[in-house]
């Protein structure tokens, strides 16, 4: 099966080697996505909400770009550094999820940088290509 790699308009570079995502068939995987602009820099040092906020609207342009959306998603993968923050990144999360949130997990873990506070993967099934 051909994989197609996924990028979206203005990625923040990668802190690693990997893409942003990858489509295999009718599903999309999405890279742990952190609250990096751009230009490299981190978005909303210290503001869980804020980087939870910007995670999930970076993996909405992915999403986008694999031509789907937020709604395509079957799980999602979250990191959090505190849990303390747990209630306010939900807080976000259900914004975007609503009523009909994907399967998901939810654990704490040292992220890759003491900044970031959030992570979040994502696997979308999108049905069929053209």
Do not use: W
């Amino acid at each position: 099966m051909p994989f197609e790699t996924i990028t979206p308009p203005n990625p923040p570079p990668p802190l690693a080697p990997y893409c942003s995502a990858t489509r295999a068939g009718d599903t999309v995987y999405v890279s742990g996505i952190l609250a990096i602009g751009a230009d490299g820099a981190t978005v909303g040092i210290g503001d869980v909400k804020g980087q939870t906020r910007h995670v999930i609207e970076q993996i909405a342009a992915i999403l986008t770009a694999a031509g789907g959306t937020l709604s395509d998603i079957a799980f999602n993968h979250v990191f959090i550094a505190d849990l303390a923050d747990y209630a306010a990144m939900n807080e976000v999360y259900r914004e975007y999820f609503g009523s009909r949130p994907p399967a998901r997990y939810c654990i704490r873990a040292e992220l890759v940088k003491p900044e970031f506070l959030v992570e979040i993967s994502a696997v979308a099934h999108l049905g069929p290509t053209a």
